[in-house]
């Protein structure tokens, strides 16, 4: 059985959005997969929207377009009324149930994944790290890659000054899987 999956991540700046979707890029690569990443900005970094796509595969990948993807990363609650109504139907929705009411998503339609990520992150000691938590559900809920894979990765994505952070990056991957395995 051939392995495709593509997600959108989304968020506003600062969120750390392109940060986690360049780490599933890496761990896909490092993994021998295929992958593509295209990161998207609104008009303002920090604070304004942020989105991106990446796509795994074992197949070469037609295009890095994404019209309507399997899976989505939802951070805020402006990037879900944008991306939802694009998910297919079964669909996985990673949503940060800390900033989004999970009564905002259509669950009939899609498979949802409430994560109360900044909750998590804080009690790890860095909301800051609510990106990891998201990226570790998702790759729980979905099984794209091994969550040890994910881990790897961080020393490709983190800058070498801030290699400090990469344990507790790892901590807040493996909370957020462990949040979606508990439920």
Same mark, same amino acid.
């Given at each position: 059985?051939?392995?495709?999956?593509?997600? $959108?991540i !989304?968020g506003?700046? *600062?969120?750390g959005?392109?940060?986690?979707?360049?780490?599933? !890029?890496?761990?896909?690569?490092?993994?021998?997969?295929?992958?593509?990443?295209?990161?998207?900005?609104?008009?303002?970094?920090?604070?304004? +929207?942020?989105?991106?796509?990446?796509? $795994?595969?074992?197949?070469?990948?037609g295009?890095?377009?994404?019209?309507?993807?399997?899976?989505l $990363?939802?951070?805020?609650?402006?990037?879900?009324?944008?991306?939802?109504?694009?998910? $297919?139907?079964? *669909?996985?929705?990673?949503?940060?149930?800390?900033?989004?009411?999970?009564?905002?998503?259509?669950?009939?339609?899609?498979?949802?994944?409430?994560?109360?990520?900044?909750?998590?992150?804080?009690?790890?000691?860095? +909301?800051?790290?609510?990106?990891?938590?998201?990226?570790?559900?998702?790759?729980?809920? +979905?099984?794209?890659?091994?969550?040890?894979?994910?881990?790897?990765?961080?020393?490709?994505?983190?800058?070498?000054?801030?290699?400090?952070?990469?344990?507790?990056?790892?901590? !807040?991957?493996?909370?957020?899987?462990?949040?979606?395995?508990?439920?």
């Amino acid at each position: 059985m051939s392995l495709y999956q593509d997600v $959108i991540i !989304a968020g506003f700046g *600062g969120q750390g959005v392109m940060l986690i979707g360049n780490l599933l !890029a890496y761990a896909g690569m490092e993994h021998g997969l295929n992958v593509t990443y295209i990161p998207v900005y609104g008009p303002e970094m920090r604070g304004g +929207t942020a989105n991106c796509t990446v796509v $795994i595969s074992d197949d070469a990948i037609g295009s890095p377009i994404i019209r309507s993807p399997k899976s989505l $990363i939802i951070m805020n609650r402006p990037s879900l009324d944008k991306f939802q109504p694009q998910l $297919i139907d079964g *669909g996985v929705l990673i949503v940060n149930s800390s900033l989004i009411d999970p009564a905002l998503a259509d669950a009939s339609r899609v498979r949802l994944v409430p994560v109360a990520c900044n909750e998590i992150a804080d009690s790890l000691g860095n +909301t800051r790290m609510a990106n990891m938590v998201a990226l570790g559900a998702y790759v729980e809920a +979905t099984g794209v890659l091994p969550l040890s894979a994910v881990e790897d990765s961080l020393g490709h994505v983190i800058a070498k000054h801030y290699s400090h952070l990469i344990p507790k990056n790892a901590e !807040a991957l493996r909370a957020g899987a462990a949040a979606v395995s508990k439920a």
